[in-house]
């Protein structure tokens, strides 16, 4: 019997080869010795238990100024848009203020018109009355329409 497997022309068979990692090593670790030895300290709880060990510095951060809660960024565009409104309200109640004073000015124009026009009135329609001409007084004398009467 043959134990050859068969080959056809469109089939490739692959075999995968497996991967083998390098060898890793780890980094040997160095003791450091502290700068100064640190002092034992022995605690005494109250139930009468003596616990030894060392005192640990806690570890404080460098002081930072504080942060703003908003940014200065954002401030300014708020202090920006108060400002925008301001000049917005300040135009309206102008713009309304300019136009309360032409309603002013139009009415005091339309009142001087109408005084002025009666007067007008007045004086053509009691000349029509009177019949005279023009008086003219000269060295007590009355001339009316170029005529004396003395």
Do not use: W
Request: glycine share 10%.
């Amino acid at each position: 019997m043959n134990t050859e497997p068969r080959r056809t022309a469109d089939i490739q068979v692959h075999r995968p080869t497996p991967y083998t990692p390098a060898a890793v090593h780890p980094a040997p670790v160095v003791p450091v010795q502290p700068g100064t030895i640190p002092s034992v300290a022995s605690v005494v709880l109250p139930d009468g238990r003596v616990v030894t060990g060392y005192a640990v510095d806690t570890h404080r951060p460098d002081s930072v100024a504080p942060k703003p809660a908003v940014s200065r960024a954002a401030v300014n565009i708020a202090v920006g848009g108060v400002g925008f409104l301001a000049v917005c309200g300040g135009l309206v109640i102008l713009t309304s203020f300019i136009a309360a004073l032409t309603a002013l000015i139009t009415q005091l124009i339309t009142l001087a018109a109408i005084l002025f026009g009666g007067f007008i009135a007045v004086q053509v329609l009691s000349a029509g009355s009177n019949r005279g001409g023009t008086t003219v007084n000269i060295r007590k004398a009355v001339v009316k329409r170029n005529r004396f009467y003395g």
